[in-house]
Every structure is written in C-alpha cells, then in structure tokens.
C-alpha cells in the first residue's frame, strides 16, 4: 500500500518509491530508495521536498508506518531485518554472452528488414519469424532486464529503421519484464515495438535517410506512415498484428495535449502502450544517432524527456523508463567531478540503479587517454559527481571495445564534441 506523507513523518527504515518534485528540480540521482539514516532525511529537505510517497507493508496500521499515535505492545514482535545489498561484480557481460546477443540482434535486424522489402513489394510480410524472434530476446534478457539499456548500444548496423525497430523491441521487452507482464503480453509487447514503423516501408527510402530538413510536402509525406502502417497491419489475419500492433503503429507519434499526428488525440485517449511507447521510441532514437544527427548521451536524453514528459510525454512512461535504464546506465561514459572519464561497469543494486558504482577509469580527462584503465568504486553518481556525460562514440570508443572493457590507447582519435539543443531535437524528432 503506497501513502503520501509529510517530510516530518518520514523515518528510518521506510521505503520511498516517489516525491513531490520532479527529476530535474532535484539533486537527487534516485526517487525510489529506503531511508537508512537521518542524513538521508536531511538531504530530501535541503532539496525542497516537502512530502513523499511511501510503500507500506500491506495490512499494516497506516498511523503505525507513519510514526504516528505507535500503538503499545506487551510482547513487541522481532524487527525484521534486511541484509544490505552486496556489489554485483558482475560487470559487463562476458565475451561469450556479448558474441550471442550480437548475432541474435542481427538477425532480428535481418528479419525486420525482409518484412519491410515485402511490403515494399506489395507482398505480405510472414508474422512467425518476427514473432521468433521476439520469443528468443525474451529469453536472452530474462534474467536481466535493466541489461537491455546496455545492449541496444553495441549495434553500428546502418540499416536505421531496421535497427530502431530491434532496438525498441528490446527496450519494451525490459520494460514489460519490470512490470511483471505476463510472457504472452511480453510477447505481444515485443512484436507491437518490431512493427510499429512498418508504414515506413512505404515511404521512399530516399526521403528516410534524407540528412537535411523535410520540405512541407516532404514532411506531409513522412507523416503518413503511421496511418499506412495501420492500414496494413489491421487487414492481417495475425489477432495480435491486427489489434495491438496496429493501434501502436496508429499512436506512437500523438501527442500530450492533441500536438501529435496523424488524429491529434491527447493521451489519455491512446492505449496505454502507445503511452509507454513513446519515450521508449525517442529514447532509441537520440541515443543512436542518425545521418541528420549525432548520437546523444543516454543522460542528455532522458533530460530532454523529462522536459518533454511536462506536456507532451506521459510522465509515467519517462519514470518507467528511467526505472529500467537509469539515469547513468551500464556502458555509459561519464566524466567525472575531477575531470577523468570513465565507463559505468555495474552497481550495487542493478534493479534500481543504486548504492555503490562501478566505474573503469579510461580518460585523465578528454582526449587523454590513461596508461592502464582500472578500476574504482564511487559511493553513488549523481549531479555533485557526474560533470557531463558523452555517448561513446564521442571519445572514440566503439561497442567492441565498450562490450570488452578496453580503452581506447593512443590510436589518436579525439572526441567530437556535439551539442545537444533542446529545439533542434524537437525539430529532429519528425524523423523518427
């Protein structure tokens, strides 16, 4: 049972799972954590947080969880105790594991593909494969799924769509595991984010790789393909393509307050994995990168998404999605209060991307490679601790070498430094 309560009611031992500011009006890196001491207690009112929800065991008296009117007790009952998470040094994946979600990306990227040429061809695509291979990334993230924000990173495939597509089918599929969905409804999920830009396939490609802005007719060409998309898939005999894909592939560009397309509809009116789909497709979208665009930091993202989610995205989706990812995943490059750059390696409590932080040093500071990388462990990363955050491309680190911890050495190749402006990405945004 969750309850909203004053800061003064707050004590040690409780479980917060929300506060009364949002994610960019604190200094706070999580909004989901146990209170462990009274410092933590202080650093909420230092951040202007006045009052919090909190998760109450079930059955238990609400004034008694809150610290107020303690009921009496002849014989009080043993406190239960929960032993602190331990480090999990498990780092990145190993070799092995990396080599296997590699092929099982490209081939999914390879069946996507196929199902676009035959529509293009005016023929009609085959639902099994797709489904396939849903069911085997299942598999592969069933045990992790806070891994998926991780491995969406180590594809450089130059089949955008193609990969956009894997890729938002990876991050649902986390999404969904976290929310404890049900394996159909995973699946379903999984095939709805495979499909959901289908109408693209007809769209000349010409026009989808343009580098430069979309002319008005260019843009009302572009606009069209959710609308195709749901034309095609609500015809196919597939019970799932034909409801839920259909309808994601229909909503995924509307918007908070009717500023989307192609109906104009706000987002209560759209189902709710249209809902969560949104950010989880700009998400995809920022942090590859695009021949219009350079990749953007997964850190700089969810910045622009919690800017976004104050009228145009579901707020609820962006939490969902910054509970799976963090907002420092695993694999990102942050540079450091001391200017040293390094890569997150692992955290305490992956689930919720909290306590200790591992961090492999690569950088003395940019474009300064160290002699050895090694390892250090930073009580937590947060605002005071992380000066920016760069995608790994932008210090010349490719996936291999992120997938196998290596650094880059004196090959010579600098950082590119790019921007990230709020308004050219609002701008980009037409072409995903």
């Keep these: ?177 976290i929310a404890g969905l049900p394996r159909e409804e995973q699946v379903r999920w999984g095939l709805a984010a495979l499909l959901h830009d289908i109408g693209k396939a007809l769209i000349p490609p010409d026009l989808l790789k343009k580098s430069g802005p979309f002319s008005e007719l260019e843009w009302l060409t572009i606009k069209k393909h959710p609308a195709l998309g749901h034309a095609l898939l609500s015809k196919n005999k597939d019970e799932t393509v034909r409801g839920l894909c259909a309808t994601v592939a229909l909503e995924h560009h509307e918007r908070g307050g009717g500023t989307g397309y192609p109906s104009g509809l706000d987002l209560p009116d759209l189902n709710k994995l249209s809902r969560s789909f949104m950010a989880i497709d700009i998400y995809e979208a920022l942090t590859a990168g695009r021949v219009y665009r350079s990749p953007a930091s997964p850190g700089k993202t969810l910045a622009y998404l919690l800017e976004a989610a104050r009228g145009a995205i579901d707020p609820a989706a962006v939490s969902d999605l910054i509970h799976l990812v963090g907002v420092y995943p695993v694999g990102s490059v942050v540079e450091l209060a001391d200017q040293r750059i390094g890569l997150v390696t692992d955290y305490e409590s992956p689930e919720t991307h909290d306590g200790r932080v591992g961090i492999l040093i ?68 037409q072409h995903f």
């Design 1 to 177: 049972m969750k309850k909203i309560i004053s800061l003064e009611q707050l004590s040690v031992g409780m479980n917060v799972v929300a506060l009364d500011r949002s994610w960019l009006e604190t200094n706070l890196l999580f909004h989901r954590f146990r209170v462990d001491s009274p410092n933590d207690i202080e650093k909420l009112r230092q951040n202007g947080v006045r009052k919090v929800t909190v998760e109450l065991p079930d059955g238990s008296p609400t004034e008694a969880a809150t610290g107020k009117n303690l009921p009496q007790r002849t014989e009080p009952e043993p406190e239960k105790r929960t032993e602190a998470p331990r480090m999990r040094e498990i780092g990145l994946p190993p070799p092995a594991t990396i080599r296997h979600w590699m092929a099982l990306q490209n081939k999914t990227v390879n069946v996507v593909k196929k199902s676009f040429n035959e529509v293009r061809m005016g023929e009609s695509f085959h639902v099994l494969p797709l489904r396939q291979q849903v069911v085997e990334t299942i598999e592969c993230t069933l045990n992790d799924p806070q891994s998926t924000s991780y491995l969406v990173a180590l594809s450089e495939n130059d089949d955008e769509t193609y990969v956009h597509s894997t890729n938002t089918m990876i991050l649902t599929l986390g999404l969904a595991a």
């Design 362 to 429: 690569l950088f003395e500071r940019l474009n300064r490679p160290v002699k050895k990388p090694f390892r250090e462990t930073l009580p937590t990363l947060d605002k005071t601790t992380v000066r920016k955050t760069y995608h790994h491309r932008e210090v010349g680190l490719s996936p291999e070498q992120i997938a196998d911890s290596l650094v880059l050495g004196h090959s010579g190749k600098g950082a590119t430094q790019s921007a990230f402006d709020l308004e050219k990405i609002k701008k980009a945004e």
